[in-house]
């Protein structure tokens, strides 16, 4: 079965940020539920992190890295991306970040 990314948000000019899992997007901001939520970064040129604020009172756990608690007032955070795949005609590149959560994390686009 083939993922649907259905939430998204504009995370900076020309790059978008889609959701899968228990995630409910409102304007610039991603509430993110107990559970797997996967990340997927487009852009036209490789993003090796993508800023966010993350908020809430819960906590991502990133295979392979140490967990990032969330506080209520939240925290700007790189998040590390993982390349994913290129579309050869566009140059489109698709970056992703599978993670798990517990709690409730709140992910927002922070202001420049």
Same mark, same amino acid.
């Given at each position: 079965?083939?993922?649907?990314?259905?939430?998204?948000?504009?995370?900076?000019? %020309?790059?978008?940020?889609?959701?899968?899992?228990?995630?409910? &997007? #409102?304007?610039?901001?991603?509430?993110?539920?107990?559970?797997?939520?996967?990340? @997927?970064?487009?852009? %036209?040129?490789?993003?090796?992190?993508? #800023?966010? &604020?993350?908020?809430?009172?819960? #906590?991502?756990?990133?295979?392979?890295?140490?967990?990032?608690?969330?506080?209520?007032?939240?925290? @700007? &955070?790189?998040?590390?991306?993982?390349?994913?795949?290129?579309?050869?005609?566009?140059?489109?590149?698709?970056?992703?970040? %599978?993670?798990?959560?517990?709690?409730?994390?709140?992910?927002?686009?922070?202001?420049?």
């Amino acid at each position: 079965m083939t993922p649907h990314f259905g939430a998204t948000i504009a995370s900076a000019p %020309a790059v978008t940020t889609f959701f899968e899992g228990p995630v409910t &997007v #409102r304007e610039d901001e991603a509430r993110l539920g107990p559970g797997k939520v996967d990340l @997927l970064v487009r852009s %036209a040129v490789p993003m090796p992190s993508i #800023r966010m &604020v993350v908020g809430g009172d819960g #906590r991502l756990r990133l295979p392979g890295r140490a967990s990032i608690i969330a506080r209520p007032a939240g925290a @700007l &955070v790189d998040l590390p991306l993982e390349p994913r795949y290129t579309i050869r005609d566009t140059g489109e590149r698709f970056q992703g970040l %599978a993670m798990k959560v517990e709690g409730e994390v709140i992910l927002r686009v922070p202001s420049e």
